[in-house]
């Protein structure tokens, strides 16, 4: 976990829009917020920065979602990083893959703000203890 007041939060999305929203809803909410765009730039990021819980489509361009919780879940320091899948699959295989790719919970697009929010401060919470 990040040393920052406010837990960081990672949103991956190779949509700005969706990215710009909700980072501004995020930052609203008492969040710092990273985005990334790409599959490789998420993993980077991820990485890199340590957030505290990640958001992430699981389409996305040069690795999947789904590739980068895996590779995510395998390094020891972020097997207990939240991670969110926000997606707009709803098909049980899909969302079974996500699952086995170590998402913590699968949010089907479009996503509530107030209970992505909610589930962020959930998982956040189960986290610390």
Do not use: N
Not at 106 to 122: A, F, Q, S, T, Y
């Amino acid at each position: 976990m990040s040393d920052a007041t406010a837990p960081t939060i990672l949103i991956v999305d190779d949509y700005p829009d969706s990215l710009e929203v909700w980072e501004l809803y995020l930052r609203g909410e008492g969040f710092e917020v990273l985005t990334a765009a790409t599959g490789p730039q998420a993993l980077e990021r991820a990485i890199a920065a340590a957030p505290d819980a990640i958001v992430m489509d699981l389409e996305l361009p040069g690795l999947s979602g789904y590739e980068v919780a895996r590779r995510l879940r395998a390094r020891e320091d972020m097997q207990h990083t939240p991670l969110i899948a926000a997606t707009g699959y709803s098909h049980d295989a899909q969302l079974d893959e996500a699952r086995a790719a170590g998402f913590d919970i699968i949010l089907v697009k479009p996503c509530d703000p107030e209970g992505l929010v909610r589930e962020i401060r959930r998982l956040l919470a189960a986290a610390r203890g």
